[in-house]
């Protein structure tokens, strides 16, 4: 299950889920319950309300591209993309929205570790240790 967000193109403003380029039923991107509600907890934790979550690529990594998540507590950039599940603020640019159109945000709890996973629809290969990729 995934939440669909609301989507603007720039600060305080409203439109209606934009969906990804060819794409009729896949939001651009999708948290998952789970995935909100851990988002939602640590920017609690930061008592600063307006911050976000900052959602990204960069170049780098043994597979060449390595995911980016980050708590902003700054107001969004002119060219970032802002999403909103459930009271949590995504923001992107649209650069990286370039790659992780219609990926999905899951927050991963297991014996061994915990953490933020990108299921995302244009990774060809990753890496052993998961934090890197390359795209179809």
Known sequence: MTCTPSESTAPNATAPSEMAPGEST???ISLTPAAIANARAHLAKRQTPDSAVRLGIKGGGCSGFSYVIEFDDNPPRDRDRV????????????????YLSGSVLDFEKTMMSSGFKFRNPHEATSCGCGS?????
Do not use: H, N
């Open 83 to 98: 999403f909103e599940f459930d009271g949590v603020k995504v923001f992107v640019d649209k650069k990286s929205l370039i």
């Open 132 to 136: 890197s990729f390359t795209v179809k």
């Open 26 to 28: 896949r939001p651009l």
